[in-house]
Nanobody, 123 residues
């Protein structure tokens, strides 16, 4: 059974950095595009970034461009989200999701989801 497990969340001061990891098991990882979404209290889950199966192509949401990068290591079945210069608006639960074939920015396109990792940002 496919499983995604996020890690790396925590407390950070504004301006700080975190790297989130999404470890996959139970699927042929190289066949799946992976995305990160986030959800703040009282808000809808929103797209953050996605990466293609090979890792060659990716898409970063405009609001975090220049601060966030997404990468993957298929040998380790892991996708990473590097987050720099964090702001209060970045505080949320971050979820990774996997989709067979190409990436998408739409959450309904993703079949497998992790349980999320919390990112808290203080001023």
């Amino acid at each position: 059974q496919a499983q995604l497990v996020e890690s790396g969340g925590g407390f950070v001061q504004a301006g700080g950095s975190l790297r989130l990891s999404c470890a996959a098991s139970g699927l042929i990882f190289g066949n799946y595009a992976v995305a990160w979404f986030r959800q703040a209290p009282g808000k809808e889950r929103e797209f953050v970034a996605a990466i293609s199966r090979s890792g060659v192509n990716n898409m970063i949401e405009e609001s975090v461009q220049g601060r966030f990068t997404i990468s993957r290591d298929n040998a380790k079945n892991t996708v990473y989200l590097r987050m720099n210069t964090l702001t209060l608006e970045d505080a949320a639960a971050y979820y990774c999701a996997a989709r067979f074939d190409g990436w998408s920015r739409y959450r309904d396109d993703y079949l497998y989801w992790g349980q999320g990792t919390q990112v808290s940002v203080s001023s």
